[in-house]
């Protein structure tokens, strides 16, 4: 069943469909089942997950009116890539400081490593390790918000200390985690306004690079969608080299050929969503791939769904072309921004 087919299944509140999926809500941060009587959404703002466990670990959080968290599911792939992610879970609330291993885990399952660890990536495109390791990051992000210091809540995510969370910080977030606690390097972030083509673009950044770059029609929407990431940032208008970077996307959006400019990037994300960045900073102007294309690019040929939601949590879009992907059937699904805004990037590109 191809996402087409699920997100039709959603507009119809297909009964049949429960337990294969559930389905998540950009605007409202809540994930359902397919056949939740609740307000229709715009299909550009669902987003598809095949386990409960894949929405809640994107920081969804279930519908109280249909539970799709208590849904049965049906298939048996699914069943198990669900009872892996309660183990980890449950271990992980017991003792957050230890890992679960891949022994236990094919004991309590009775499955062995080789077949739990393939199961696991094909359906959630990334290893039992880096569901773990998320858990922990969006932990720590949820505490810092909180207002927690940082060794507090390092430990309160289970890392042990602040120094365990800094070794592989930048694989993390992008920024330390000091710096995602202030909302920034230097606990600043600037942003700008300006028109283009597309409309009104946003270009958010900190003392290290472009952090945000989003398009729409609303200023005050974008704003928010930027202060809801940075709750406790020092959010200011353009100050520092945010000029420079800005200036140099616009001029881009005026020329008629040409690569972007080298403009430094401070983004953040999960350890899979970054491998899949990084793949799209190699599609060049005016080329295309799909998604099942970069996942067999990065040797995950399974976990092409896993891909476009990467594509779909982007914060930095034109800069990272996650316009320059599209479907095994051709056509354009998805974009944080519109599908009009994507079709004309793609058509601006193709004319130059």
């Known amino acids: 069943m191809d996402t087409d087919t699920k997100i039709a299944a ?9 337990g294969q999926f559930v389905y ?5 941060g809540i994930y359902c089942r397919p056949s939740c009587p609740s307000r229709k959404p715009k299909p550009e703002n ?18 109280l009116r249909c539970r799709p968290d208590l849904v049965k599911i049906a298939d048996p792939k699914l069943s198990l890539t669900r009872q892996i992610c309660r183990l980890i879970v449950a271990h992980f609330e017991a003792v957050p400081e230890g890992k679960l291993s891949m022994a236990t885990l094919a004991l309590e399952t009775g499955y062995s490593e080789d077949h739990l660890s393939r199961s696991f990536k094909k359906i959630m495109g990334i290893s039992p390790a880096d569901f773990y390791d998320n858990m922990r990051t969006s932990n720590f992000k949820k505490n810092v918000q909180a207002g927690e210091s940082i060794s507090g809540a390092a430990f309160g995510a289970g890392f042990g200390s602040s120094s365990r969370l800094y070794e592989k910080a930048h694989a993390r977030l992008g920024m330390t985690p000091a710096s995602y606690a202030k909302g ?7 942003y700008s306004f300006v028109d283009c083509f597309l409309g009104r673009m946003l270009v958010a950044g900190t003392r290290n690079g472009i952090c945000a770059v989003y398009f729409g ?14 709750p406790k940032a020092e959010i200011a208008p353009d100050v520092g080299r945010l000029g420079e970077w800005s200036a140099g996307i616009v001029e881009f959006l005026e020329r008629t050929s040409g690569d972007l400019p080298d403009i430094p990037l401070d983004m953040y994300g999960t350890a899979f969503q970054r491998r899949v960045w990084q793949e799209l900073l190699k599609i060049g102007p005016g080329k295309t791939k799909t998604y099942r294309d970069i996942a067999e690019d990065m040797g995950q040929p399974k976990s092409a769904r896993a891909v476009g939601r990467a594509c779909a949590t982007n914060p930095v879009s034109l800069i990272v072309p996650c316009h320059r992907v599209i479907g095994t059937d051709g056509k354009l699904h998805g974009y944080r921004w519109g599908l009009e805004r994507k079709e004309a990037l793609r058509d601006w590109e193709g004319a130059a």
Request: net charge negative; hydrophobic share 40%.
């Open 10 to 18: 959603v507009m119809t509140r297909d009964a049949t469909k429960d």
């Open 217 to 230: 029609d609303n200023d005050d929407a974008l704003l928010v969608e930027l202060t809801q990431e940075f």
């Open 46 to 63: 669902i987003m598809i997950y095949g386990v409960p466990e894949q929405a809640e670990a994107e920081g969804y959080r279930a519908c």
């Open 184 to 190: 920034g390097a230097g606990a600043e972030i600037s």
């Open 24 to 28: 998540a809500v950009k605007t409202t």
